[in-house]
């Protein structure tokens, strides 16, 4: 198994550009999970997924960020119009119920708004 | 509402000593409690984790952790530290109210000196 899969790795941006990131879970799990990483704020969870259902955004940061999981194998989260601020480490994770919790985390997509 | 602790936002560790990285947690049922390790640069990785049965539970790398009930702590150990083990842990619970769902903690970072 080829693991989560996050594409770019690496993305450099200009404020007010429109930034997608991608990401495809490992097949046969159920939830989904997008978090964001920095120095400041440390780890958090934007949103998650079950069986491609948004459950809970509440972590989304404001109306500039949006997710969708048109289907089970595939995520996206979008930032328009990007901001310096939402430069960060950004993570996909998926896991399957009958695991208990346990998350597989992809490699993470580092953005950099200038 | 679940949460955890890590009350060391860094260890220090001489190589070849044995490593304690604490974490306490807070549940309204039985806690299903994990551990995590992120190395520089790279997505988090599954170490261990307890949901029920022993009280001593092993994982990856050479990690252990002791479930305490009655102390509400998860502390990760390892009799022998790497230099290699340099990275930052995560302690996290499983949400109980949202399925898949994890609550992670602020983390650890931990640094072996040779």
């Known amino acids: 198994d080829a693991g989560v899969i996050q594409s770019p790795r690496h993305e450099v941006t200009e404020m007010g550009q429109e930034v997608t990131l991608r990401c495809k879970p490992i097949s046969g799990h159920d939830y989904l999970f997008w978090y964001r990483q920095t120095m400041m704020r440390g780890l958090e969870l934007l949103i998650y997924?079950?069986?491609?259902?948004?459950?809970?955004d509440s972590g989304m940061p404001e109306d500039r960020f949006s997710a969708k999981m048109p289907n089970a194998s595939f995520s996206t989260l979008k930032i328009q119009p990007s901001e310096p601020r939402d430069s960060a480490v950004y993570f996909c994770?998926?896991?399957?119920?009958?695991?208990?919790?346990?998350?597989?985390f992809g490699p993470g997509t580092r953005l950099t708004v200038l | 509402a679940q949460s955890v602790a890590q009350p060391e936002d860094q260890v220090n560790v001489a190589e070849g000593n044995p490593l304690t990285v604490k974490c306490t947690y807070s549940?309204?049922?039985?806690?299903?409690l994990f551990w995590y390790v992120q190395y520089p640069n790279r997505g988090l990785q599954f170490l261990l984790k307890?949901?029920?049965?022993?009280?001593l539970v092993k994982g990856s790398y050479g990690f252990e952790a002791e479930f305490n009930k009655s102390q509400t702590s998860f502390h990760l150990k390892k009799p022998s530290a790497l230099v290699s083990d340099s990275a930052l842990y995560f302690c996290?619970?499983?949400?109980?109210?949202?399925?898949?769902?994890?609550?992670f903690g602020q983390g650890t970072e931990l640094s072996v000196k040779p």
């Open positions: 997924f079950n069986n491609n259902v948004p459950i809970d």
């Open positions: 549940v309204s049922g039985n806690p299903y």
């Open positions: 307890y949901i029920t049965g022993d009280n």
């Open positions: 994770a998926s896991s399957r119920r009958t695991l208990a919790g346990e998350q597989f």
């Open positions: 996290a619970v499983r949400d109980d109210n949202q399925g898949g769902k994890l609550i």
